[in-house]
């Protein structure tokens, strides 16, 4: 990063940003063809993964069955300061490999982890929805391991 006193170094920082994100935006390629997506996510933090849920087919797919290194931004906007010229936020970039989760437990915590750091009350979500394992088995989900993070800050003057 060029402006270093810019920079979020503080795990604890990092972590807040990635418990308190809602959504992501990955970019991946394929072929030398760039393609963006915004997705919700759930951080887990023993793993140091992000869990999303998504179809199962789909240009998304085809893009990670391509190549599964991907990099994405979480952005929490903090305001814009008229006559500063200023756009307050902190920011994170993470880089990391997508993988398919196709195991019935992994993908029950993958949903116990998007629930809980999503929803207000992830009980209701998981008796309204996950009553049953075959919802489980039909969805499909990515984790995302996260390789490396870099964050930035811009505060108003």
Known sequence: MR???KSI???KIIT???NKGRYITIAMSK???PYIITLSYGYDNSRDALYF???KEGQKIDYIKYNSQVCGTIIEDNGYYNDECVQAFRSLVIR???SFIDTFQEKKHAFDVLLNHLEKDPKIMKEKHFGNDKNYIKTGIL???ITEITGKEEKAS
């Open 31 to 33: 072929d030398d063809y």
């Open 16 to 18: 807040e940003l990635l």
């Open 9 to 11: 170094t503080d795990k």
């Open 96 to 98: 990391g490999k997508l």
């Open 53 to 55: 849920h998504c179809a």
């Open 3 to 5: 402006r270093i006193e």
């Open 143 to 145: 984790r995302l391991d």
